[in-house]
């Protein structure tokens, strides 16, 4: 009987360690992030609307935040929640912008001016910053900000769906 006891009392040990395992594994995505935007990569007036389209998500949803600094990416750590946007050409031919996450929470935004869509530099870094904040799908929906081809400027309701469906 003290045996039966024992073995319970085991099982029931493991099954509680998973559950923590799962819920602290989940917890461990964040919701708040701190962009920084190169100064040598943008002008005063290309940092407004990236910052502009930055702050949609919050905007969007307030349990998501993204502070934004302008200045470099000091020694940026996987999984700390830094988010460096930098100037450049060096993607893909067709790309305005694109995103290389380091691990789940954050990663090096490329943004081509020369290819940005006039006027909708807003529209990119909002788009980039939801793939580096874990969004590593597109959304089939035109209408949404993480539509490849997106011409939206902020976070749909099935933009946020995706977003909280990585947590
Ligand atoms: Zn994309």
Not at 58 to 78: K, L, Y
């Given at each position: 009987?003290?045996?039966?006891?024992?073995?319970?009392?085991?099982?029931?040990?493991?099954?509680?360690?998973?559950?923590?395992?799962?819920?602290?594994?989940?917890?461990?995505?964040?919701?708040?992030?701190?962009?920084?935007?190169?100064?040598?990569?943008?002008?005063?007036?290309?940092?407004?609307?990236?910052?502009?389209g930055?702050?949609t998500?919050?905007?969007?949803?307030?349990?998501?935040?993204?502070?934004?600094?302008?200045?470099?990416?000091?020694?940026?750590?996987?999984?700390?929640?830094?988010?460096?946007?930098?100037?450049?050409?060096?993607?893909?031919?067709?790309?305005?912008?694109?995103?290389?996450?380091?691990?789940?929470?954050?990663?090096?935004?490329?943004?081509?001016?020369?290819?940005?869509?006039?006027?909708?530099?807003?529209?990119?870094?909002a788009?980039?910053?939801?793939?580096?904040?874990?969004?590593?799908?597109?959304?089939?929906?035109?209408?949404?900000?993480?539509?490849?081809?997106?011409?939206?400027?902020?976070?749909?309701?099935?933009?946020?769906?995706?977003?909280?469906?990585?947590?």
């Amino acid at each position: 009987m003290i045996f039966v006891r024992i073995v319970a009392a085991v099982v029931a040990f493991m099954l509680v360690s998973i559950l923590f395992f799962v819920l602290t594994g989940c917890a461990a995505q964040r919701t708040a992030y701190h962009a920084y935007i190169d100064p040598a990569g943008f002008t005063p007036e290309q940092i407004e609307p990236i910052t502009a389209g930055l702050d949609t998500w919050h905007a969007a949803d307030p349990r998501v935040t993204i502070d934004v600094t302008v200045g470099v990416c000091t020694n940026p750590q996987a999984g700390d929640g830094s988010i460096c946007i930098t100037q450049s050409c060096d993607i893909q031919a067709s790309a305005e912008g694109e995103t290389y996450p380091e691990a789940d929470d954050g990663g090096a935004v490329k943004i081509c001016l020369a290819r940005v869509t006039p006027g909708y530099l807003d529209g990119v870094a909002a788009h980039e910053a939801g793939h580096a904040m874990g969004i590593l799908q597109h959304s089939p929906d035109p209408a949404d900000l993480m539509f490849k081809a997106s011409t939206a400027r902020a976070p749909t309701a099935n933009d946020l769906e995706i977003f909280w469906s990585y947590r």
